[in-house]
T-cell receptor, first 118, second 112 residues
Framework: AQKITQTQPGMFVQEKEAVTLDCTYDTSDPSYGLFWYKQPSSGEMIFLIYQGSYDQQNATEGRYSLNFQKARKSANLVISASQLGDSAMYFCAMREEPSSFGNEKLTFGTGTRLTIIP | GAVVSQHPSRVICKSGTSVKIECRSLDFQATTMFWYRQFPKQSLMLMATSNEGSKATYEQGVEKDKFLINHASLTLSTLTVTSAHPEDSSFYIC????????FGPGTRLTVL
């Protein structure tokens, strides 16, 4: 079974509108972390936001917020007031309980290509 | 935020040659670095976990003799693609953990 599922291969959104990118995950670990990364055409992976499984509140970072619904195992990324520069691939990733500090690997979803329309 | 660099950013080589890719953490020490491979329009797939001073841990299906990893210091890990073939052409990305996991800019390898 897929550990990270992103069901939207592509999305087109009007500039200045809000957009929600879906991500569901599957794990039996009680402790895990969820990440969102942005990958523009240049290829670099840009860290956007992090949510820990024990965090009580949804994470927010500027225009990015994470709609964390633990019971539903979903961690959707919400981008408010979208901008042309938001056009990129977006990956959801999960880090399960590491066996030791620093030794933690990320499992990525298949990504969503977001295109912002002027 | 923390900075991770990779060199080279792009390399084209002939089939059968070996290519070395460097990953450096510029402003922090990383006992563990990760190497990912990304094929066009696909997600990142973890290849191996690079541990400073010890052998790398490879994911299932990744040939350790083909993808040699050396983590010689707390700021440098290298990935050597030995006897490269066209099917090894891909985007290789390393990452290192500071307070979160930061990625290098990637290396695009094209094997002719």
């Amino acid at each position: 079974a897929q550990k990270i599922t992103q069901t939207q291969p592509g999305m087109f959104v009007q500039e200045k509108e809000a957009v929600t990118l879906d991500c569901t995950y599957d794990t039996s670990d009680p402790s895990y972390g969820l990440f969102w990364y942005k990958q523009p055409s240049s290829g670099e992976m840009i860290f956007l936001i992090y949510q820990g499984s024990y965090d009580q509140q949804n994470a927010t970072e500027g225009r990015y917020s994470l709609n964390f619904q633990k019971a539903r195992k979903s961690a959707n990324l919400v981008i408010s007031a979208s901008q042309l520069g938001d056009s990129a691939m977006y990956f959801c990733a999960m880090r399960e309980e590491p066996s030791s500090f620093g030794n933690e690997k990320l499992t990525f979803g298949t990504g969503t290509r977001l295109t912002i329309i002027p | 935020g923390a900075v991770v660099s990779q060199h080279p950013s792009r390399v084209i080589c002939k089939s059968g040659t070996s290519v070395k890719i460097e990953c450096r953490s510029l402003d922090f020490q990383a006992t563990t670095m990760f190497w990912y491979r990304q094929f066009p329009k696909q997600s990142l797939m973890l290849m191996a976990t690079s541990n400073e001073g010890s052998k790398a841990t490879y994911e299932q299906g990744v040939e350790k003799d083909k993808f040699l990893i050396n983590h010689a210091s707390l700021t440098l890990s290298t990935l050597t693609v030995t006897s490269a073939h066209p099917e090894d052409s891909s985007f290789y990305i390393c990452s290192a953990r500071s307070n979160t996991q930061y990625f290098g800019p990637g290396t695009r390898l094209t094997v002719l």
